[in-house]
């Protein structure tokens, strides 16, 4: 019974047009979300939250929540434009701003597509194929998934007595994984059909170029990020008169990271209230952890939407406005990730 509803309904989405079957995706992410957040919030009343927030500095808060925002959002762009540096041919700060800016807007509205406008200015305005843009993207993600599980093995060995340490074990598996993946694709060669296959997929430029300059410089400026990103946490808890130490802060970075960065829920809604309310449960009461929670993803998600009342539109001037050249992303296993067709 239950699997011919499913069968339904999944014939259902995969009849709707593209367009209705967005839509759908992002109602269900919010709706989980939603959820999520009500579950965190049972036994609250919402006079509880009110009296917390009244208690709260609301100009320290802003003012760490906007700062964290804008040191993001200005880094990332850097991160963007060095990324695509290295794989696609020179591209300036100022070229990938727009890019940047509208995927940081459309964060707040679908993180399903989000990613979408760095895929579009790489192949507008770099003349990359889409595929190529897509694999580029997912290869600094491998790059942050790399960082994160170095940064929770560390956090644990350093602080134990953080609830990261159950995360331990895990997390040096991942980390031992995603070195022995990095190092497979730069020895640039493979003896068995299966590696000599996915080495000579079309699109995967980023990841047979890659060298372990590449690997140190995108994880270096991801790094630098995270760094006020974490401190920020710390005056959120502060602008709640809340106790939290610095160290428990900074042992629970990763899973922060992870939960506002990763394209889950829009500014981490959900996830991030729960990493908060359980990670630092015994450092303050729930109903002061879920306001402060709240109160972050909620700035966020209102501090992303003037992004699109006007850089939408100038991004999408640009991107139309440019006449790409398609280059070819097939190359061989050695391919250096730079030729001709990467010229500006």
């Not at 939250?49 to 990332?76: E, G, M, P, V």
């Not at 920020?232 to 990763?254: D, G, T």
Request: hydrophobic fraction near 55%.
């Amino acid at each position: 019974m239950l699997m011919q509803m499913w069968h339904r309904l999944s014939g259902w989405f995969r009849s709707r047009r593209t367009a209705e079957k967005v839509v759908l995706q992002n109602l269900l992410i919010w709706l989980v979300a939603a959820g999520l957040v009500v579950y965190l919030a049972r036994g609250l009343s919402l006079s509880q939250l009110a009296d917390t927030l009244a208690h709260c500095d609301l100009t320290l808060f802003l003012l760490a929540n906007i700062s964290a925002l804008l040191i993001r959002w200005l880094a990332d762009t850097y991160l963007l434009a060095t990324l695509f540096s290295f794989f696609h041919g020179r591209t300036t700060y100022r070229e990938v701003l727009p890019a940047s800016t509208a995927q940081y807007f459309l964060q707040a509205v679908s993180v399903l597509v989000a990613d979408g406008a760095l895929v579009l200015f790489l192949h507008q305005r770099k003349g990359v194929e889409w595929i190529t843009a897509g694999w580029t993207i997912a290869f600094q993600g491998f790059v942050d998934a790399i960082l994160i599980a170095a940064i929770t093995v560390t956090a644990a060995l350093l602080i134990p007595w953080s609830p990261i340490r159950l995360a331990l074990p895990y997390a040096a598996m991942a980390l031992a994984f995603f070195v022995c993946v990095a190092v497979w694709w730069m020895r640039g060669r493979s003896i068995s059909r299966a590696g000599r296959w996915l080495r000579a997929r079309r699109g995967m430029r980023a990841f047979r170029a890659a060298r372990p300059y590449h690997y140190i410089a995108l994880a270096t400026i991801r790094l630098i990020i995270f760094v006020p990103n974490v401190i920020a946490y710390y005056f959120y808890f502060a602008s709640f008169r809340l106790k939290v130490p610095l160290a428990a802060v900074l042992a629970l970075s990763p899973a922060l990271m992870f939960a506002q960065s990763a394209p889950v829920s829009p500014s981490g809604l959900g996830p991030l209230q729960a990493i908060m309310v359980n990670g630092f449960a015994r450092f303050a009461h729930r109903d002061d952890l879920l306001a402060a929670a709240l109160g972050v993803s909620i700035v966020q998600l209102l501090c992303r939407m003037p992004m699109g009342m006007g850089t939408a539109g100038v991004f999408a001037r640009a991107v139309l406005a440019a006449r790409p050249r398609i280059e070819s992303s097939s190359g061989s296993p050695g391919d250096s990730g730079h030729d001709g067709t990467d010229a500006n």
